[in-house]
């Protein structure tokens, strides 16, 4: 077996509209081609030994064991490599589901398609079936010590790319409201929302978390000195940068105990608490340096911790923070219990889990001393024995929610004190005996206020009520269900998508709106370039949903990036697809016409229930995809009597229709007309009909979206797309006695196209200069050539400078085989050097004539165009 190609799916995709993160793998079976599972003998043996847990995949038989007994039936390698990569995911705790596996037009060749949480697990998991299949097969068994590895790879890769507690949380209320979100991919940066409407996020802070209010809470003392100005009740205490001023400073509290703490630290680091004497206070100072320069020193309050979560100025959670402890069984000796606590799974390192395992350091030693005890102590049965001062969860503390119990007072002055701070999102350190009464009847204090407070503690506390807090936010970014979102739209098809693009684009600017679009030359943003070059994957997608300036996302979508890597969004507003016709086929194993409409349809499948698929009625595979979509259908269509139209009209659809000369909105019992054909200059004067059908489904997708028809007709009006903006579509030169296009139709539908412009040339001869790219399929141009006899007067037939591996004069001839199958009598001559054909009909085109070149270099043939003497560039002007 050999992985010939391993792809990750990033969205809507050829193998599925709802699954977005998926694996394919092409894999060569080799040897194993010709056998299923049941023919090598002691495989199923060997993978029930391996993966005995293969037990519970249902498959197609629908039930436990189902996949099993496929396998001892008889199934082949893929198959059987899917279920295996999916099983190993779900080993090492991700809960995956979906597999496909399909043999490709090459015998031997399949393609298994997985589910994936994490992307380099996904990849991972698919090699690692493969080698674990290979090694039954060829020695009956995968080690186990193997099989560990793999899982614990796979759960290292799932545990590096958590995003922390917070954050899980946030994204996790994100996707329940339907808010997009994606990773900026620095500075931990969580974008959610598209475009103009998107908020940024960084743990717990927001796009509107200020600066101002971060710095001052993150100055402990400058903190306390505003909050006691407003009546605050805060721990009494100063700053000293010696350690000549401690004992002074001591007695300036009011003597032991005392807090000693860094000015500026967080997570508990460098803090002593309850110190009783002056070597603890020496050393609680050294503790303290290490971490910040100034140290602060302040009475002790007795109490307990609180943390109280203020969102949006308002108290949404209050938990206790109970330091690290161990409670005695009787049995065991302190170190026994605290290696027995740090067993339990939601412990983890740092901030990566609910909880943190207990770790010892200086102050846990004194707390020891202090409670009587050393590690060997033995604990009587259900005695408490505190391991840390503080009770950071950081630290191994645990949380006990108590937001139903905070005295009414206290919110208020939590409330007062977070408005006071100025932040949006802020968590107040309260320590005091009894939180369901006034701070000031318990001499109780604020300790500080944190900026980026954790959630974890909320969300998951140990004991008692979690918390929905990031709902809080949400409510916060996004109130009154504001809509995170800004329209998408989506064009696909084998032909025309870029100029449909450009032109849906600009008729989106007469609204005002910032248009980001998407094409093959580009990536715009409102009148600009933002980057040149073949833009129509997910990447350059995302580039216009996270840019905070675009109202509007308007994107071509290519097969070769849909194939790849998938759409890389969830759903658009409305989904165009113009029409299907043979263009690369055999790339990628899409070898059907039926396969690319399958392809293609992902645009219009992937539309939400409210948008629209904008389809194209004259093309019945694109009209078909009305069948497979959710969302609302709106046709388009060059044929006034078309009766599909019709019969949706009636249902009270909404169609474009090309009738009497006019592009027309259909609407109930009502024609809304646009504008005349001839005044678009995109249509060359009403003589391009494709031009016609592609200004149609720009309209139409503008119309459901609710852009007026003046709009409408502004824009096509005033669309003009100049050679040097889109070099090779339908660029016409006005040579004074005659006239030549230029463009780089590349397929029969295209041909076909532009032969429609080239019969409406009615005043004089029509000369084709024609060839194709060389890794096009025989009789792709046979095809060319009968389509080119059946549209000139004269043909030049051609070859590319590059045959791409195809004999030079292959092309040529069967070239010349088509037009002759077709006219047998057609005028033609071959001229294989592209210059030379191009000139040749240059000299020889006679008054009023038509030269038309397809050429392999559109800027060569333009080159040898304006040698001629341009009178005019005639390029989608009429
Ligand atoms: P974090 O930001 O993780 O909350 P931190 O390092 O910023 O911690 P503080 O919040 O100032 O530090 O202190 C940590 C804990 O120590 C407090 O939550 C409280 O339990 C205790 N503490 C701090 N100062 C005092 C004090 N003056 N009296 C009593 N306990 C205190
Ligand atoms: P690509 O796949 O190269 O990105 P595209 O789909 O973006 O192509 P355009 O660049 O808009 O297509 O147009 C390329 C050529 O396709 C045009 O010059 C014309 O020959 C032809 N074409 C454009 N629209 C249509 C159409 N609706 N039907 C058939 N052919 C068309
Ligand atoms: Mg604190
Ligand atoms: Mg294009």
Known sequence: MRILKIQTLRGPNYWSIRRHKLIVMRLDLENLAEKPSNEIPGFYEGLVEALPSLEGHYCSPGCRGGFLMRVREGTMMGHIVEHVALELQELAGMHVGFGRTRETATPGIYQVVIEYLNEEAGRYAGRAAVRLCQSIVDRGRYPKAELEQDIQDLKDFWRDAS?????????????????PWMSLGARFL???????????????????TGILGVELACDKEATKRILAAAGVPVPKGTVINFLDDLEEAIEYV??????????DGNHGRGITIDIRTWEEAEAAYEA??????????????????????VVDGKVVAVAERVPAHV???GRSSIAELIEETNQDPNRGEGHDNVLTKIELDRTSYQLLERQGYTLNSVLP???????????????????????????????????????????DIAGLDI????????????????????????????VAPSQGIPRNVAGAVMDMLFPNEQSSRIPILTITGTNGKTTTTRLLAHIYKQTGKVVGYTTTDGTYIGDYLVEAGDNTGPQSAHLILQDPTVEVAVLESARGGILRSGLGFEAANVGVVLNVAADHL???????????????????????????????ADDHRVAAMAEKTKANIAYFTMNPDSELVRKHIQKGGVAAVYENNYLSIVKGDWTHRIERAEAIPLTMGGRAPFMIANALAASLAAFVQNVTIEQIRAGLKTFRASVSQTPGRMNLFNLGNYHALVDYAHNPASYEAVGAFVRNWTSGQRIGVVGGPGDRRDEDFVTLGRLAADIFDYIIVKEDDDTRGRPRGSASELITKGITQVKPNCRFESILDETQAINKALDMAPENSLVVVLPESVSRAIKLIRARGVVKEETQQS
């Open 163 to 179: 995003l922390g507690p917070s954050t899980e949380a946030i994204v996790k209320e994100a996707e329940k409201r339907g808010i």
């Open 190 to 208: 969580i974008q959610l929302g598209y475009g103009v409407n998107q908020k940024r996020m960084q743990a717990t802070m927001t796009d509107n």
């Open 254 to 263: 009011g003597g032991y105990p005392i807090v000693i703490k860094p000015l």
């Open 288 to 309: 303290a340096r290490q971490v910040s320069r100034s140290v602060i020193v302040e009475r002790y309050y007795v109490g307990r911790d609180h943390r109280v979560l």
């Open 327 to 329: 409670v005695g069984n």
């Open 381 to 423: 049965k259900g005695t408490i024995c505190y391991l840390r001062a503080t009770a950071n969860l950081s630290t191994g503390g645990c949380a006990v929610d108590r937001t139903d119990e905070i005295h009414p007072e206290t919110v208020w002055l939590a409330q007062r004190v977070v408005k006071i701070i100025g932040l």
């Open 431 to 458: 320590v005091t005996t009894d939180i369901s009464r006034p701070l000031r009847e318990v001499d109780g204090v604020i300790v500080e206020v944190n900026a980026a407070p954790g959630f974890r503690m909320h």
């Open 586 to 616: 055999g790339i990628g194993d899409i070898d059907t016409i039926d396969q690319l409409a399958n392809l293609k349809s992902v645009v219009a499948e992937a539309v939400f229930p409210d948008g629209y698929a904008v389809l194209n």
